[in-house]
């Protein structure tokens, strides 16, 4: 029987992108099952996986509800190798559209490096007053780079 991830061949790549579709899901399943934070590892794994292999920075929405039960995960915006442009007027948008309670926020630095910029900070407290005008409240921004996350909220940037 020929290994899984034997050769450089694109059937290879094909299985490895099925296997990590199929654990992202099995995360997000887990997620929806149990309030967000009752696990909060299971955020952060979820996350990861999410963002593994992205060559692009993108901006991504976990909407929750009254008992931060996830409603759902939303890409809002992708950028490039450096940055992506977040509008708040579309993040407000979304958040009331999915009828959130709360939301945390995450992005990723496909530089490997996870510490977040000053316009990171920024853009975080931008969209906490943004959000708090319409009751929706921010419990976190992660950052994730490779196999390491920042929590805002662990680190008291939020």
Not at 59 to 66: G, R, S
Not at 78 to 107: D, I
Not at 136 to 143: A, E, I, M, S, Y
Request: include cysteine; aromatic fraction near 10%.
């Amino acid at each position: 029987m020929q290994p899984f991830f034997a050769g450089g061949d694109n059937q290879s790549h094909t299985k490895c992108a099925v296997a990590r579709e199929l654990v992202r899901r099995w995360l997000g399943e887990e997620l929806r099952r149990v309030t967000v934070f009752a696990q909060p590892s299971a955020v952060t794994d979820y996350l990861k996986v999410h963002f593994a292999g992205r060559e692009y920075e993108s901006f991504v929405v976990l909407y929750l509800d009254a008992q931060n039960g996830l409603i759902e995960v939303e890409e809002l915006f992708r950028g490039t190798l450096t940055q992506t442009s977040v509008y708040p007027r579309e993040v407000v948008k979304s958040a009331l559209r999915f009828n959130a309670a709360g939301v945390m926020f995450s992005h990723n630095h496909p530089s490997g490096l996870v510490t977040p910029s000053r316009a990171d900070e920024y853009l975080t407290q931008t969209l906490k007053a943004a959000l708090a005008l319409v009751d929706v409240r921010v419990l976190d921004h992660l950052v994730i780079a490779g196999n390491n996350a920042l929590s805002f909220a662990e680190t008291g940037l939020l």
